[in-house]
């Protein structure tokens, strides 16, 4: 990956653009921290394309309505307990 500063991405935009045009991306730092990055507009598309994950979510519950229905009111089980005994209630829960 190509890198430049802010400062030198004023006075050399149009050859990063090249660069990024070519398939690599561009990272743009300020005081030594990435801030931004060019990248080619195929790129671009490729990542975006990937759709809204709300509008995803949105979706998957009406077409599987009828299914999570069953689910309604459960807490999800955590990564991780606060203590054994919340820990059985939940498992509890679920066994059920």
């Keep these: ?22 398939g690599e991306p561009v990272e743009l730092t300020r005081h030594d921290k990435p801030v931004a990055v060019i990248i080619s507009w195929e790129d671009y598309k490729k990542n975006s394309s990937k759709g809204d994950f709300c509008q995803w979510l949105s979706d998957f519950k009406k077409e599987n ?10 807490p999800l089980p955590p990564r991780e307990y606060p203590d054994k005994a919340y820990e059985n209630k939940i498992k509890n829960i679920w066994s059920e």
């Design 1 to 22: 990956m190509c890198k430049s500063t802010i400062y030198d991405a004023r006075n050399n935009f149009s050859a990063l653009v090249k660069i990024a045009e070519s």
């Design 65 to 74: 309505a009828e299914i999570l229905k069953d689910f309604d009111g459960l």
